[in-house]
């Protein structure tokens, strides 16, 4: 019983340790990390029809979630990859399906229900205290991809419709009603039986929905211009859910809905727009070039819009959180261009010689913006303390300031290649350029409302670190057919790659405009259990403090930090 996602393929791929098990497709509605060959998970690589897509802000994953039946098939390398991949990480090619010359198509509906599965939850695991698992509650997976032509021979068009519910319970996570919530108390949910304490547990929902349309067209002999598009949305209502993160605290994920800044987000989903021109200049000469946009704008938000006014609290001696979250938004648009040629040259020098010149342009750009509900949290030394009136108590607040950064990363590539057979021989010999430079951009934040003169607003003028990485690798390969008959093969590799630095990774170092806590003694004179204007105990020396804030400039927006100019990649 397995998924139907990218990621399961690459559990099945030799070479590639997976962080979790994908249970009749339980955990389908997040992506799964993997690692191979010892390589930094922050090197793995997407592409989409040879076009990289990865996201350069959760840098080496994937952009989006996947219809699994739009794809022709994958192509996943785990090493010894060529001068096309930049990094020495897992390389993933996700080929899409076309139209052809005969209409075709399928259709599928996958229903993974609780009866289905069974209990692995022993009375030795209960006696160890574990009151339930985290059962499937249902799973659906359901849509339809359909091609053909338009015009035989010279015109084809395909789509496809996709939607996926998964439904799971999470330990410790339960309904509101008072039968259910008196599982809370271990004894009570151990005495009853596994089925009543799972039938209790909240649902932790994802919806992925998506839709792509491709259509291709024979300009002239040899001429082929693609266009792609595909919509993906992914919702999520209880992001977080956990024993100590009751449902008020948790973060609901959808859709950016709102205006921020310069940029106006619909409530849509996510574009992902491909444009492509292959020529077959000749049997020797194919050039082929592809312009991509990929957006990637969602938010992790609140379960009601008035918590944004409300203080969360926090247990210190628990871990317990309680009526509210931190609101995040995050917009992440891509671009990219990107060009490849193939030349074919038979009988010379004594072998036959397959090269290949390319290239690509890429500007990623990330806003995230964040802000803590009421701005600030209140933190009990225990869970029954419930009077903070006198400083003794030893109540804390975290006074939150909202963060805003923006990030523009800019990365081009250059490379060539040479694939040499000679009888039983073939050399690849290859050379790569990779230029890479992020900066952090322009942002505006309020001042937090409790902080008086410690935490004022901010207008930041952006920050270069003046550093860019300019990267040759080269790249060598050799195999030997040492049976002829292609049964048993000798190879060796020898390759240095570069790591890809994502949005931040160099400026976020100068950027002094991401969220700032203080954490100050909190004494609660109203006793209502939020800190209001005048009750922390605001100094110049806070319990605690985030590194981008200083109490001899608490407004700078220059940073303190700096970066070796000589810095390497």
């Not at 491709?214 to 002239?220: A, D, I, N, P, T």
């Not at 938000?301 to 009526?323: A, C, E, H, K, Y």
């Not at 922390?536 to 100019?565: E, F």
Request: net charge neutral.
């Amino acid at each position: 019983p397995s998924a139907r996602d990218p990621w399961v393929i690459l559990q099945q791929t030799a070479g590639i340790a997976m962080d979790r098990e994908n249970i009749g497709g339980n955990m389908s509605g997040q992506q799964s990390n993997y690692i191979s060959r010892g390589g930094n998970p922050t090197n793995n690589k997407w592409s989409l029809d040879g076009v990289d897509i990865t996201d350069m802000s959760a840098t080496g994953a994937s952009p989006a979630y996947y219809d699994f039946d739009t794809f022709q098939e994958m192509t996943i390398n785990t090493g010894g990859v060529d001068v096309t991949q930049q990094t020495g990480g897992v390389g993933i090619n996700l080929v899409t399906k076309s139209g052809t010359d005969r209409f075709k198509g399928s259709s599928r509906y996958y229903w993974t229900d609780e009866q289905f599965q069974s209990n692995n939850i022993s009375s030795g695991l209960r006696a160890q205290g574990a009151t339930s698992g985290n059962p499937i509650q249902n799973i659906k997976d359901y849509g339809f991809e359909m091609g053909g032509p338009i015009r035989r021979g010279r015109a084809w068009v395909w789509g496809s419709l996709g939607k996926q519910t998964v439904d799971v319970g999470v330990v410790g996570f339960y309904k509101p009603d008072a039968a259910c919530q008196a599982y809370k108390t271990a004894a009570v949910a151990l005495a009853a039986s596994i089925d009543d304490v799972n039938a209790c547990l909240n649902t932790d929902r994802t919806l992925l929905l998506q839709n792509s349309l491709k259509g291709e067209v024979q300009l002239f002999k040899g001429n082929k211009l693609s266009m792609f598009s595909n919509f993906n949305k992914k919702e999520r209502n209880a992001r977080g859910a956990s024993d100590l993160n009751p449902i008020e605290t948790t973060t609901p994920q959808k859709a950016v809905d709102k205006s921020y800044g310069k940029y106006l987000w619909n409530t849509g989903p996510n574009p992902t727009y491909k444009f492509g021109d292959q020529w077959v200049v000749s049997d020797r000469l194919l050039l082929d070039l592809q312009y991509a946009h990929v957006g990637n704008n969602f938010t992790l938000g609140l379960q009601s819009p008035d918590l944004r006014q409300v203080q969360p609290t926090f247990v210190i001696s628990t871990g317990m959180n309680g009526r509210s979250a931190l609101e995040q938004v995050f917009i992440r648009p891509v671009n990219s261009l990107t060009f490849n040629s193939n030349y074919f040259v038979p009988g010379f020098l004594g072998g036959d010689h397959s090269l290949r010149i390319g290239g690509y342009w890429r500007n990623s750009n990330t806003t995230s913006i964040s802000h803590s509900g009421g701005f600030a949290t209140v933190r009990y030394p225990t869970a029954t303390t419930n009077d903070c009136t006198l400083l003794a108590t030893g109540c804390q607040v975290d006074l939150i300031r909202d963060g805003y950064s923006v990030y523009d990363l800019t990365n081009y590539a250059a490379y060539v290649q040479d694939t040499i057979i000679r009888g039983r021989a073939t050399y690849q010999l290859g050379l790569r350029y990779d230029y890479n430079k992020d900066k952090a951009g322009a942002s505006s934040i309020g001042a937090n409302p409790l902080g008086g003169p410690w935490l004022p607003g901010l207008d930041f003028e952006g920050a270069d670190p003046g550093v860019s990485f300019n990267d040759w690798s080269p790249r060598l390969g050799f195999t030997y057919d040492l049976s002829g008959d292609g049964r048993t093969i000798m190879k060796a590799n020898f390759a240095r790659y570069y790591g890809q630095v994502g949005n931040g990774g160099v400026a976020a170092t100068v950027n002094p405009v991401a969220a700032t806590t203080l954490r100050y003694p909190w004494v609660d004179a109203n006793n209502n259990g939020f800190a209001d204007p005048g009750e922390p105990v605001l100094s110049a020396n806070p319990i605690a403090a985030s590194t981008n804030w200083s109490a001899a400039n608490p407004a700078n927006t220059r940073s303190a930090n700096s970066v070796d100019p000589n810095l390497k990649n």
